[in-house]
Antibody
Framework: EVQLQESGPGLVKPSQSLSLTCSVT????????WGWIRKFPGNKMEWMGF???????SYNPSLKSRISITRDTSKNQFFLQLNSVTTEDTATYYC????????????????WGQGASVTVSS | DIVMTQSPTSMSISVGDRVTMNCKAS??????VDWYQQKTGQSPKLLIY???NRYTGVPDRFTGSGSGTDFTFTISNMQAEDLAVYYC????????FGGGTKLEL
């Protein structure tokens, strides 16, 4: 069974960088797609981006200038870096797997971590 | 950017109710819409994918329908354990969530 677990600082100062790690067990990140999603206070959800099985990336255009998603296949981990954060980046950050079904020709985010709460404050 | 407008934002419900919520896409997204359930303190859980397909292990009281720009999610016989926030998600062009529908007693 695939399991994902986010880790990283819970408090980041404005203008600094937010860095989170997603550790995956039970499944190799060299298959399928691995992404980050965040939930703001008040229920709004935002897809941030993903890294693919090959290491290619895709980002939400609204974040493209600030975001980087990388991976370490030897540790079966992938990472989120969000630069120049403001208080508006305060959210719960989730990592998730986008599983591709060749039968359906469709991707689904079928496995999620428990989420990491990050507050941006001085 | 594709905007998913979800309605209503909240509903007061009773056990046994039939519950219906909607998502309207700002442009044609085909059948590329999923529905998620998120209970308090938990991560989102996939219920419906590709507009109308129930995910593995999901009870048949949960159904989805629609295509193009208009999508509907229904709980046919509301249970207390279904209290949660529900989200639609389009994956036709990048990924965009609806604003969520909170079900309350």
């Amino acid at each position: 069974e695939v399991q994902l677990q986010e880790s990283g600082p819970g408090l980041v100062k404005p203008s600094q960088s937010l860095s989170l790690t997603c550790s995956v067990t039970g499944y190799s990140i060299t298959s399928n797609y691995w992404g980050w999603i965040r939930k703001f206070p008040g229920n709004k959800m935002e897809w941030m981006g993903f890294v693919s099985y090959s290491g290619s990336t895709s980002y939400n255009p609204s974040l493209k200038s600030r975001i980087s998603i990388t991976r370490d296949t030897s540790k079966n981990q992938f990472f989120l870096q969000l630069n120049s954060v403001t208080t508006e980046d305060t959210a719960t950050y989730y990592c998730a797997r986008s599983y591709y079904s060749s039968y359906e020709d469709y991707y689904v985010m079928d496995a999620w971590g428990q989420g990491a709460s990050v507050t941006v404050s001085s | 950017d594709i905007v998913m407008t979800q309605s209503p934002t909240s509903m007061s419900i009773s056990v046994g109710d039939r519950v219906t919520m909607n998502c309207k896409a700002s442009q044609n997204v085909g059948s590329n819409v999923d529905w998620y359930q998120q209970k308090t303190g938990q991560s989102p859980k996939l219920l419906i994918y590709k507009a109308s397909n129930r995910y593995t292990g999901v009870p048949d009281r949960f159904t989805g329908s629609g295509s193009g720009t208009d999508f509907t999610f229904t709980i046919s016989n509301m249970q207390a354990e279904d209290l949660a926030v529900y989200y639609c998600l389009q994956s036709n062009s990048y990924w965009t969530f609806g604003g969520g529908t909170k079900l309350e007693l």
